[in-house]
């Protein structure tokens, strides 16, 4: 009964989070903004990722959402970036901890029309509208550079992640 359990920040999406504040961090003037789909009580997660250093953040909840498949998830969470506009990085888990499927960050990519970087470990730079990215696959780690705007899929646990900071 997944009601009954408390909602908690997938560890995946937690590591995209730092990875996006450091880029706040080193460019001024930009912004992080969280998006999630879930239950009201998702909420809590929009306000952990606020209390980290988020500065806005979107629930998608409806009772028509229960039960969706990952195309349902990620056509939803791409019409929310749609409305959303402005921006020029989507940095997302990339899976959930209960899923397993890691399609719904490259079907988000997909029906935005965007190019996707897959696996991502670790952002190197971004500069002259091209981000770089460092990746591990099976057969090692590689670096790949897109342009932007684009979607990233990262991996990785959210052990080196900055802490809760109660600024509200």
């Excluded at 937690?14 to 001024?28: F, G, H, I, T, V």
């Excluded at 909840?61 to 056509?75: E, I, K, M, V, W």
């Excluded at 209960?98 to 399609?103: L, S």
Aim: charged share 25%; glycine share 8%; aromatic share 4%.
């Amino acid at each position: 009964n997944r009601a009954a359990l408390p909602a908690i920040f997938n560890p995946e999406d937690l590591n995209a989070l730092e990875q996006a504040l450091q880029l706040k961090e080193q460019y001024p003037g930009s912004t992080v903004s969280l998006l999630t789909m879930g239950p009201p009580r998702a909420a809590d997660i929009i306000r952990e990722g606020l209390f980290r250093g988020a500065d806005g953040g979107v629930l998608l909840t409806d009772r028509a959402f229960a039960g969706a498949d990952t195309l349902a998830t990620s056509y939803a969470l791409a019409c929310a970036v749609k409305k959303m506009k402005d921006y020029d990085i989507i940095i997302g888990g990339r899976q959930a901890i209960d899923g397993d499927t890691a399609q719904v960050g490259p079907q988000v990519a997909e029906k935005l029309g965007l190019p996707q970087i897959t696996y991502a470990e670790k952002i190197l730079k971004v500069q002259d509208g091209k981000i770089q990215v460092k990746r591990r696959l099976e057969r090692g780690v590689e670096v790949v550079e897109a342009k932007y705007p684009v979607v990233i899929t990262v991996n990785g646990s959210a052990d080196d992640c900055r802490p809760r900071n109660a600024k509200l």
